[in-house]
């Protein structure tokens, strides 16, 4: 064990200042699929976000969509490219609120816990598909200072540094900062220049206090900010099916400043522990998109928001009450945010998306010709201006007991959650309708207005496992949900449809019902084990058969000949897999594996256009696959103190593009190495990933008729040295 540094967890009594309340830390008798790495396991593999655990988790898949905004994570076939996730991320105990914050540089980290399944009645909303939770180093376990540099490809250029101090047994603090740059991997082909380099930075504070024997109290204070770009997205044609270089005329770029604010207070008992969590989130992020990724002026888009969210939980435990255990505990939440999005219309695609359509339509006709809608304005702005408050409650409560090995829960969770929008779309412009008539009319297109949405959902849950040294099995039902919401970026479509309506006479009358989806549910069903057949623990097994059924399933669509994308409640859907994860500890060397495989397919979708019953869900793996050999050479202690070679390969099953299933994304799969060294103080690593250059697709999207691709990153590889004090 490094000097400096303590047991792996802090205990006074019945209080574990880093542990949760509501789970067990002993997974080997939980009844849920889960996946834990450990900070050497995430060290020594040079994992930097949540992205690099997909495939090593089983039938978890976070693709890189282009950028750090675009945080899609899939689960048992399952997920969503936009809004609200099937996932949610819980730091320390305190939940991210918002999925544009899943992407940052995981630094200091303790453990990270990915949890499949729906936990809707721990977790609640955003958690039909499981629940992330990670855990950063506490300045009670460790002592001491950590810096690390790291030079890699592309010019990247990582600086971490620590420092963790208990000036007593009850008082522990720590400070973390980190800086990356990055020049990005991808060449913008109009622009000459790459377009998916940034910077990030990040702070954290974390305070430590025991007041007493029974009382623990942990403060957590984060910032941190990235400016980048990214979107590398090239143009597909269908015709001989190959991918033209990126290639788009308008800058995209990504900026988010967020700040998070963590208390977690826990009173211990005879019977048991209540605890009390506090958070407070601050997001400010700009998003600018060439949103038709070509090199001519169709149009371009920003995003601009500024959300504050507070949550609050109570949790009471009684665990020491023979044979029976509860938990029960209540939960609340309020978001704020302020949007604004506006679409510029340039001159290709006024003419293009606008004034041709119009003409055809209707002004061609008339008058013998003489008839032509014109602009005066060669660019104009649809400014759409939202405000959009979201509260919810909720009460759980879990029941069980365990008898002669078994060991039953039975719980409930009610929740209420209701968000409004205010929408204020407008827009200018000044038209003729004549060709040889001079001058031109205003027109002022507004749209204005109210929607909300709410949901009162049932979440029950029961599980029932059997369980021994051995390790256990058992069988679950449990019920998770996805909110309900808006779709935002889809009234500049709204806009330019009334804008259209009032050119060719239309009296068609445009609400904003399309913008309003309602919230996802699902069952999960599933058969598990956890096995530690061998009387040293050397070998751990996990393995699971599941069965989900979803209803209201929420899917991103793209309206024909539309600028935007939206959210639909697509219909009812179901997912059935199995999930198979191993690790073999012999001496110096550890094994770990992991498979996962998910038939998820449409039970009845009919998209108006067609109906799509039956196909396969698109973008998710059928397959997961991740193979991890971490070796420790026998050397000399005069020579290191460890030596160590990390060989890992992940596979990546066959992901469907589209609801029609006739684009794909075949089979592929990553190799990864390290070697780490390390003598004192001192170490140094090796790392490169994606070592035989394998090219894949990440993502696919269709707009204005025209298909785009965002390819994988290729072969990067880097030296990083680091200090422990």
């Known amino acids: 064990m490094p000097e400096g540094e303590k047991i792996d967890s802090v205990l006074l009594q019945a209080v574990d200042i880093v542990s949760s309340v509501k789970i067990s830390d002993d997974e080997a008798s939980s009844a849920y ?29 976070q693709p890189d969509y282009g950028s750090r905004m675009t945080s899609s994570m899939y689960v048992r076939g399952f997920g969503s490219r936009i809004d609200q996730p099937v996932v949610g ?11 544009n914050n899943y992407d940052f540089e995981l630094f200091d980290i303790d453990r990270v816990q990915v949890m499949r399944g729906a936990h809707g009645l721990l977790y609640g909303r955003n958690t039909s598909g499981g629940a992330i939770n990670l855990y950063t180093m506490s300045p009670l376990n460790f002592q001491g200072k950590r810096f690390t540099l790291e030079y890699g490809s592309a010019n990247n250029v990582r600086v971490k540094a620590s420092h963790y101090a208990a000036p007593s047994n009850r008082f522990g603090w720590a400070v973390s900062v980190l800086y990356n740059h990055s020049d990005g991997y991808f060449m913008n082909k109009e622009l000459g220049k790459n377009c998916d380099g940034g910077d990030n930075g990040a702070l954290r504070l974390r305070l430590q206090w025991l007041p007493g024997d029974d009382w623990s109290i942990d403060n957590t204070l984060s910032a941190g900010y990235t400016a980048e770009g990214g979107w590398a997205y090239r143009h597909y044609n269908p015709a001989d099916k190959t991918l033209a270089p990126v290639a ?28 009390s969590t506090t958070g407070y989130q601050y997001v400010d992020d700009r998003m600018r998109l060439d949103n038709d990724f070509l090199p001519l002026d169709y149009f371009s888009m920003g995003q601009y928001q500024k959300e504050h969210s507070l949550t609050q939980e109570f949790v009471v435990k009684a665990d020491d009450l023979g044979a029976f255990n509860i938990l029960g505990g209540l939960f609340g939440f309020f978001k704020h945010n302020n949007m604004s999005a506006p679409v510029h219309f340039k001159q290709y695609g006024i003419d293009n998306l606008i004034l041709k359509n119009a003409n055809e339509e209707w002004y061609y006709s008339l008058d013998n010709g003489t008839r032509e809608l014109s602009f005066k304005e060669d660019n104009f702005v649809i400014y759409d201006d939202f405000v959009i408050p979201a509260f919810g409650v909720a ?10 090995g078994f060991d039953v829960k039975a719980g409930l969770r009610v929740d209420y959650e209701y968000s409004s929008m205010s929408y204020d779309c407008h827009s200018t412009v000044h038209y003729s309708t004549y060709k040889d008539i001079a001058g031109y009319e205003v027109m002022n297109t507004v749209f204005k207005g109210q929607k909300a949405v709410d949901a009162l959902v049932l979440l029950p849950s029961l599980s029932v496992s059997y369980g021994g040294d051995w390790g256990n099995v058992y069988a679950s039902a449990r019920k998770g949900f996805k909110a309900g919401g808006f779709n935002t970026q889809l009234f500049s ?18 609400d904003a019902s399309s913008t309003v989806y309602k919230p996802e549910t699902n069952w999960t069903i599933e058969l598990g084990t956890h096995l530690s057949p061998l009387d040293s623990k050397k070998l751990e097994i996990m393995a699971s058969l599941f069965y989900i059924d979803c209803s209201n399933q929420q899917l991103t669509t793209f309206p024909d000949g539309g600028t935007g994308r939206m959210m639909s409640n697509a219909g009812r859907s179901f997912s059935a897999g199995a999930e198979f994860s191993a690790r073999y500890v012999l001496g110096n060397i550890t094994f770990d594996a992991g498979f996962g495989y998910t038939h998820a397919k449409f039970i009845k979708y009919n998209r108006g256009d067609a109906d799509l019953s039956g196909r396969i869900l698109p973008y998710a793996p059928r397959e997961t696959y991740s193979l991890n050999v971490a070796y420790r050479l026998p050397v000399p202690r005069s020579f290191a103190n460890f030596f160590v070679l990390n060989v890992g390969w992940n596979g990546v099953g066959r992901t469907y593009w589209n609801e029609e299933n006739t684009l794909s994304q075949p089979f592929y799969s990553l190799l990864s190495a390290s070697l780490a060294w390390e003598k004192g103080h001192w170490g140094v690593s090796l790392w490169g990933k994606n070592l035989l250059n394998e090219k894949y697709n990440t993502f696919y999207f269709r707009s204005i008729g025209n298909d785009f691709f965002a390819q994988g990153k290729p072969l990067h590889f880097g030296i990083s040295m680091h200090i422990n004090l």
């Open 248 to 275: 788009y005329n308008d800058e995209c770029s990504y900026k988010r400043l967020n700040i998070s604010e963590g208390l977690v207070v826990k009173r211990a008992f005879d019977w048991g522990a209540i605890s």
């Open 395 to 404: 009460a759980f409560v879990q029941g069980g007991f365990s008898l002669n």
């Open 89 to 99: 991320m819980n730091i320390d105990g305190v939940p991210v609120m918002n999925k």
């Open 493 to 510: 479509d709204i806009l330019k449809q009334k804008m259209m309506n009032s050119f060719v006479g239309s009296d068609d009358d445009i």
């Open 33 to 61: 699929s889960t996946t834990t790495l450990r900070r050497a396991d995430i060290e020594n593999r040079h994992i930097s976000s949540v992205k690099e655990l997909s495939a090593i988790a089983p039938n978890f898949y």
